[in-house]
Every structure is written in C-alpha cells, then in structure tokens.
C-alpha cells in the first residue's frame, strides 16, 4: 500500500531553520505531484507548497514564498520542505500529501494520499 513518512519535525527557536523529508513507498512517485500542508491547532488545513513531477514546477502558499522551498529526488522516492527564518506562527503538524494530478495543485481534495504528518513548533 502506499506509506508516505515524513520526518525532520522539531523545536526550533525563531529564526532558525528545519528541513522536512518525506519518504514515499507503494506509488509510482515520479508520476505524482507531491505537496505539504500544515495543520496548526484550532484550524483548517492549510497548503504551503507543491512540486509538479519533473520539480520544474512549484506552487508556494504566499506566506511561505521566500522561506520556504519544495524540492524532490525521485530516484530516492523523497520530497523535501526547506524552511527558514521560521516564525512562531509557522508552528504546526506537517503533511506531506500525493496527487495523481496534471500539474501542482493546492486544495486538499485534489491529493489522494497523506502522510501521518510530523510536528514543527517555533519558540519566540
């Protein structure tokens, strides 16, 4: 079945730095656009990135353009999140998510698989 794990979640200070990994295993990962969203407490689901196959195409939440970058390695079925100059409110569980889809998407119902998500929280 296909697993999507994602790690390298933690406590970081603001200001600083975290890279996400997420491993994908049971899908053809080349074929997927592959995306993060976050989830903080008390709110919805938010999209904060995506990569089309190939990794020519991204897609950035506004709030993320310019600290955050999407990259993927799909000899190694992987997605990264590069994140810095974190700030608090970026505090959150990450998902990584797959879409069998023709380009980047970054609404929720276009991803057909997630991850359990892995958790960033930045202290002020």
């Known amino acids: 079945q296909v697993q999507l794990v994602e790690s390298g979640g933690g406590l970081v200070q603001a200001g600083g730095s975290l890279r996400l990994s997420c491993a994908a295993s049971g899908l053809t990962f080349s074929r997927y656009v592959m995306g993060w969203f976050r989830q903080a407490p008390g709110k919805e689901r938010e999209f904060v990135a995506a990569i089309n196959w190939s990794g020519a195409g991204t897609a950035y939440a506004e709030s993320m353009k310019g600290r955050f970058t999407i990259s993927r390695d799909n000899a190694k079925n992987t997605v990264y999140l590069q994140m810095i100059s974190l700030k608090p409110e970026d505090t959150a569980v990450y998902y990584c998510?797959?879409?069998?889809?023709?380009?980047?998407?970054?609404?929720?119902?276009?991803?057909?698989?997630w991850g359990q998500g892995t958790q960033v929280t930045v202290s002020s």
């Open positions: 998510a797959a879409a069998q889809a023709p380009t980047v998407v970054s609404t929720t119902r276009r991803y057909n698989y």
